[in-house]
């Protein structure tokens, strides 16, 4: 089976949830963060692939509405996993770019760099890329993984940031997506850094109805969300604070090959980089979990209303 054969196999199959979004900046034109400055080109058209969760997608649809609208001929793969999955397509060509997160993309490029500020993580990045992949500059959107809890939770155990958790050790269950277990935002880095050690681990998804409902049952007493969620404030729900910072900045920002970073595909996402924010961003997917509306459909209604598309 040659490798293209076999990536196509592994998005075919790819169910588990997608990357741990962790996600504000300022873009600009100026090759911030670029890894190459080699000349690609997107006249053979750029396609675009996402993990698998609301924001991801909604991302995506974004991208390829900015693009569309700079003249590039787009195509869009949501849906596809976690880096795992979707990075080594990238390399392989097999797509051509994602929208990413600093702290996430760095944590899985490089897990000792303990940068934090957005303009270090950028520059970590661009050191830790394997060749042929470049970032561009960020977005002043960020979305973040948190940990939260219900306000009964919370006041069951005092629990108010993430190091009290470690006074409650193996009596609590954390529902998060299966690679959370072995992430540094997630068991390890909560184990390594604040001591905490749970009575079980359930794999769930990715800030979706499985890990949230989990949640407002009962059935999990932690759940690893992302900041961008307006369930957590529509159910009143506890976000542990991170006072040793194990969670890093999490701007949103494209993740490249080389061979399609050209300036007609710079110019087009930095201006929507310029232009969502973090609020924004939250209501658009929003739009998707809450109002159950097409996420391509918001996307592009977004970005004609902001005289991106």
């Known amino acids: 089976m040659n490798r293209r054969t076999l990536l196509g196999g592994l998005f075919a199959a790819a169910s588990v949830p997608a990357l ?17 400055g080699g000349a690609g080109s997107s006249k053979g058209g750029v396609t675009i692939g996402t993990a698998n969760f609301t924001e991801n997608q909604v991302l995506g649809y974004l991208y390829a509405a900015v693009l569309q609208q700079a003249g590039v001929k787009v195509k869009v793969r949501p849906n596809l996993g976690t880096r795992e999955i979707v990075i080594p397509a990238l ?50 959107a960020a979305d973040s993984d948190c940990f939260a809890v219900t306000r009964a939770t919370a006041r069951k155990y005092g629990l108010v940031t993430l190091a009290d958790l470690a006074k409650q050790n193996g009596k609590l269950v954390i529902g998060a997506a299966p690679e959370v277990k072995k992430r540094r935002v997630g068991a390890i880095g909560l ?20 890990v949230k409902g989990a949640l407002k049952k009962g059935d ?9 969620d307006t369930d957590i404030a529509a159910n009143g729900w506890v976000v ?9 900045s999490q701007h949103i920002v494209p993740l ?4 399609k970073a050209d300036d007609t595909v710079r110019k087009a996402l930095a201006r929507l980089g310029n232009v969502l924010t973090t609020e924004q961003l939250t209501q658009l997917n929003s739009q998707v979990d809450n109002d159950k509306k097409d996420p391509e459909d918001v996307a592009n209604a977004y970005a004609k209303q902001h005289g991106l598309a």
């Open 20 to 36: 741990a979004a962790c996600s504000s900046g300022v873009t600009s034109l100026d090759g911030q963060g670029s890894s190459s």
């Open 91 to 140: 390399k392989a060509g097999d797509i051509d770019l994602l929208p990413e997160y600093q702290g996430a993309l760095l944590n899985y490029l490089a897990p000792k760099d303990a940068s934090a500020e957005p303009g270090t993580m950028q520059n970590a990045l661009t050191l830790a890329l394997p060749g042929g992949l470049q970032v561009l500059p960020y977005s002043q």
């Open 191 to 210: 184990k390594d850094v604040y001591g905490v050690e749970f009575k079980e681990f359930k794999s769930l998804d990715s800030d979706g109805p499985l």
């Open 220 to 228: 999990v007493d932690v759940a690893n969300l992302f900041t961008t």
């Open 240 to 248: 542990l604070t991170d006072p040793k910072n194990l969670i890093p």
């Open 256 to 259: 490249i090959a080389d061979r």
